[in-house]
């Protein structure tokens, strides 16, 4: 899809500016008249009505779950809001209208500041651009829990914040369904799977109408911190400290015809992919299994990257990236793992702030420090995943730094460090910038 930024117009600026205000980001202001509420798929996210949404499915195989009917969709669902004629002395409902003199089609300062606080509150790059991250983000922000049947479709997985609500309310009654990441998955279907069997209900992985209704009579069971992150972090500990078998997903940051960021004479494509050979010599030699998730011919999305990392079954993922800028002041460094206002992952947050201090310790890069994200790549990985950002080609010391062979060898030293470190017990662990990698890596 188009790009839409401040000062475009186009047709579904309209439905955006909808969307936001029905999700509170935007005022809503008096209808003066019954007109329509937008409320249709945004342009670029899937169609709810189309053969390749399961959220058009009707289904109605299972005994206990049904798909609900109109009548029963939630107050505070989308489909609550399309307007009916208020009665007399009751209130007008509101209205997505454009500020007073705006076309509704126009992208205006307004609309800047509140998609750009929608990029944030959903952990996107807050750019104010309208491409396909934050179209998809609009449409799965629209969902909620109850508007539609929700059942595992390996084909065309459920997708929305209808599913993270399910995941987020099983995962506070003790049951397991991983990452609270807003895809009904295997792992969700399993914990839906389970309740049923706890309620006496019929055990088929489905959340309709019946199973939902289970669920609000129930409370929150676990207490004393996240489940998902006490989960995580048990699963850490039960590897033991031995890195035997350990197998690290590597993913150069683009490939093939894509050349990432060009400046200052520097290819991204080309400093990524020699520093994922050096780290991946260095995890080798070290004991650890490390594999290139894509050669440097090719070019994949990053949905693409976590399909071959979930298939390789890694126990990391790392992705190598640089950064750049408008402004050539920006430099510095930074690491993002997957991590929302619902959940997050506890060991790759972990991991980011143990690579962040080491390549700090190591370099005189500014330190960016590390930061949560929602992006594909992260997302979408079964394994703790941790993307990094190695300096800014568009600023003239970064650019030099990541030019030098020398620097990359240090990058490559530090992630390795960073590695060894996330799977050492406290006793052996070193002080930062100072693991002597030889000396652990061999140990049994």
């Given at each position: 899809?188009?790009?839409?930024?401040?000062?475009?117009?186009?047709?579904?600026?309209?439905?955006?500016?909808?969307?936001?205000?029905?999700?509170?980001?935007?005022?809503?202001?008096?209808?003066?008249?019954?007109?329509?509420?937008?409320?249709?798929?945004?342009?670029?996210?899937?169609?709810?009505?189309?053969?390749?949404?399961?959220?058009?499915s009707t289904d109605t195989d299972s005994s206990t779950d049904t798909?609900?009917?109109?009548?029963?969709?939630?107050?505070g669902s989308v489909a609550s809001a399309v307007p009916v004629d208020?009665?007399?002395?009751?209130?007008?409902?509101?209205?997505?209208?454009?500020?007073?003199?705006?076309?509704?089609?126009?992208?205006?300062?307004?609309?800047?500041?509140?998609?750009?606080?929608?990029?944030?509150?959903?952990?996107?790059?807050?750019?104010?651009?309208?491409?396909?991250?934050?179209?998809?983000?609009?449409?799965?922000?629209?969902?909620?829990?109850?508007?539609?049947?929700?059942?595992?479709?390996?084909?065309?997985?459920?997708?929305?914040?209808?599913?993270?609500?399910?995941?987020?309310?099983?995962?506070?009654?003790?049951?397991?369904?991983?990452?609270?990441?807003?895809?009904?998955?295997?792992?969700?279907?399993?914990?839906?799977?389970?309740?049923?069997?706890?309620?006496?209900?019929?055990?088929?992985?489905?959340?309709?109408?019946?199973?939902?209704?289970?669920?609000?009579?129930?409370?929150?069971?676990?207490?004393?911190?996240?489940?998902?992150?006490?989960?995580?972090?048990?699963?850490?500990?039960?590897?033991?400290?031995?890195?035997?078998?350990?197998?690290?997903?590597?993913?150069?940051?683009?490939?093939?015809?894509?050349?990432?960021?060009?400046?200052?004479?520097?290819?991204?494509?080309?400093?990524?992919?020699?520093?994922?050979?050096?780290?991946?010599?260095?995890?080798?030699?070290?004991?650890?299994?490390?594999?290139?998730?894509?050669?440097?011919?090719?070019?994949?999305?990053?949905?693409?990257?976590?399909?071959?990392?979930?298939?390789?079954?890694?126990?990391?993922?790392?992705?190598?990236?640089?950064?750049?800028?408008?402004?050539?002041?920006?430099?510095?460094?930074?690491?993002?793992?997957?991590?929302?206002?619902?959940?997050?992952?506890?060991?790759?947050?972990?991991?980011?702030?143990?690579?962040?201090?080491?390549?700090?310790?190591?370099?005189?890069?500014?330190?960016?420090?590390?930061?949560?994200?929602?992006?594909?790549?992260?997302?979408?990985?079964?394994?703790?995943?941790?993307?990094?950002?190695?300096?800014?080609?568009?600023?003239?010391?970064?650019?030099?730094?990541?030019?030098?062979?020398?620097?990359?060898?240090?990058?490559?030293?530090?992630?390795?460090?960073?590695?060894?470190?996330?799977?050492?017990?406290?006793?052996?662990?070193?002080?930062?910038?100072?693991?002597?990698?030889?000396?652990?890596?061999?140990?049994?």
């Amino acid at each position: 899809m188009k790009l839409l930024r401040l000062g475009d117009q186009a047709p579904i600026i309209a439905e955006v500016r909808a969307t936001l205000t029905h999700l509170g980001f935007l005022p809503a202001t008096p209808r003066q008249t019954g007109g329509p509420v937008v409320t249709g798929v945004l342009p670029g996210a899937a169609d709810p009505g189309s053969s390749t949404d399961p959220g058009s499915s009707t289904d109605t195989d299972s005994s206990t779950d049904t798909v609900q009917p109109a009548d029963a969709v939630p107050s505070g669902s989308v489909a609550s809001a399309v307007p009916v004629d208020p009665s007399p002395g009751q209130p007008t409902p509101p209205t997505t209208t454009a500020p007073p003199g705006t076309p509704p089609d126009h992208f205006d300062r307004t609309l800047d500041r509140a998609l750009r606080a929608f990029q944030q509150s959903r952990g996107l790059s807050v750019d104010g651009i309208l491409g396909p991250d934050s179209t998809r983000a609009l449409e799965e922000a629209r969902r909620n829990l109850g508007d539609r049947l929700l059942y595992h479709s390996a084909a065309h997985p459920f997708v929305g914040d209808d599913v993270a609500a399910l995941q987020e309310r099983l995962s506070n009654m003790g049951f397991d369904v991983g990452r609270t990441d807003g895809i009904f998955g295997p792992r969700t279907e399993g914990a839906v799977r389970d309740f049923q069997r706890n309620r006496g209900l019929q055990p088929d992985g489905r959340c309709g109408p019946q199973t939902l209704g289970e669920l609000t009579r129930l409370r929150r069971t676990v207490t004393g911190g996240r489940p998902d992150v006490l989960r995580e972090s048990v699963r850490l500990l039960a590897r033991g400290s031995s890195l035997l078998g350990v197998v690290i997903a590597l993913d150069p940051g683009h490939g093939g015809g894509d050349t990432g960021i060009v400046s200052n004479g520097l290819y991204e494509r080309d400093l990524m992919a020699d520093l994922a050979d050096r780290l991946s010599i260095r995890l080798t030699d070290s004991g650890l299994e490390s594999v290139l998730i894509h050669g440097p011919d090719e070019s994949l999305t990053e949905q693409e990257r976590a399909v071959r990392a979930n298939s390789l079954e890694a126990d990391l993922l790392i992705s190598l990236h640089a950064d750049s800028s408008d402004s050539p002041q920006a430099q510095g460094i930074s690491a993002y793992y997957y991590g929302t206002t619902r959940g997050s992952s506890a060991v790759g947050e972990r991991f980011a702030q143990l690579v962040q201090r080491e390549i700090v310790s190591r370099t005189d890069m500014l330190d960016c420090r590390t930061h949560p994200k929602a992006w594909d790549l992260l997302r979408r990985t079964r394994m703790p995943a941790v993307r990094l950002d190695l300096g800014y080609l568009t600023n003239e010391h970064d650019a030099q730094a990541l030019g030098s062979a020398q620097f990359r060898a240090a990058v490559a030293e530090a992630v390795l460090a960073a590695t060894q470190r996330l799977f050492l017990p406290p006793e052996l662990d070193a002080p930062t910038g100072q693991l002597h990698v030889p000396r652990v890596a061999g140990r049994a």
